[in-house]
């Protein structure tokens, strides 16, 4: 609901804002419109991508016939028992609640089916995406078992989900399964480079920023030399911003690649 709410308001922030710009709703400033029209279509894709990440649907690959993954069925005692530790999850200070809504599934029992791009639980088909941002799957003890997922999507604002669903009590092989599957949908963490390539990055950096920022100067020097000779007094002026712009980005990048191998070393 929360993501159908997103991508209604920003089309509606859309539409309001080609509406002022057609005059229909009145003069307003350009910034007003601009900001209008960046916002609602952020929010709106925003929107978007959460219908797709995590809208109840049906498989598309299991509707094209595909074979599951993995596939078991927990009894209505094992899903009581979940949802008692869910909601003691969810009232958890600082807790994101689960996305799977628990309340629509009937209590006498449900089946789980992993397929290759996402997971139905019950009625409900969750979507699983290919994220950098996705952290899981944790298989976590409960009692009963249960798979987490934790979802970050960051734009102006962070946006963050959770996702549970129990495990079968005798299904380990099916859930180690579906374990593998979901750990070859999100690469690995990217390891930090060594300090010695930290460092070589942090020295071109700086010295292509003192080559830029010598050009830059000598630019400067020169032009009012090249009065009247608008193709060289164009010319310099080009080298003098490109000069300057990659002196600049130099700089930034040898001071964040100084940070970086300053964190690297040991306390």
């Known amino acids: 609901m929360i993501a159908l ?10 539409a309001v804002a080609l509406l002022i710009l057609d005059g229909g709703t009145g003069k307003l400033q350009p910034i007003l419109k601009g900001a209008l029209l960046a916002g609602g279509l952020l929010v709106c894709v925003v929107g978007i991508l959460s219908l797709l990440l995590l809208r109840p649907s049906q498989s598309p690959s299991l509707k094209r016939g595909e074979q599951p993954v993995a596939r078991w069925t927990v009894d209505a005692e094992t899903w009581r028992a979940f949802v008692e530790l869910n909601d003691a999850l969810d009232r ?3 807790a994101v609640p689960n996305v799977v809504p628990l309340s629509d599934l009937p209590t006498t029992g449900v089946e789980i089916v992993v397929a290759r ?3 139905c639980i019950g009625p409900h088909f969750h ?3 290919r994220l950098d941002s996705t952290e899981g799957p944790y298989w ?5 078992q249960y798979f987490e997922f934790r979802i970050v999507i960051q734009t102006r604002s962070i946006h963050r989900w959770t ?6 009590p005798g299904a380990p092989d099916q ?3 579906a374990r593998v599957h979901f750990v070859s949908l999100w690469p690995p ?3 930090p480079p060594p300090p010695e390539i930290l460092r070589r990055r942090r020295n071109i950096a700086l010295v292509v920023s003192g080559l830029s920022l010598a050009a830059f100067a000598v630019a400067l020097l020169i032009i009012p030399m090249m009065a009247g000779r608008s193709a060289l007094e164009l010319l310099l002026n080009i080298v003098a911003a490109v000069g300057l712009l990659a002196g600049l980005a130099g700089l930034f990048l040898a001071f964040f690649w100084h940070r970086n191998l300053a964190a690297s070393r040991p306390p």
């Open 5 to 14: 709410a997103e991508s209604l308001g920003g089309a509606a922030a859309i």
């Open 163 to 168: 996702m549970r669903f129990p495990i079968a």
């Open 189 to 191: 963490p990217r390891q």
């Open 117 to 119: 791009d996402g997971v």
């Open 140 to 144: 976590l003890p409960g009692p009963p």
């Open 127 to 129: 979507r699983m995406m």
């Open 175 to 177: 859930a180690e399964r």
């Open 92 to 94: 958890q200070k600082g």
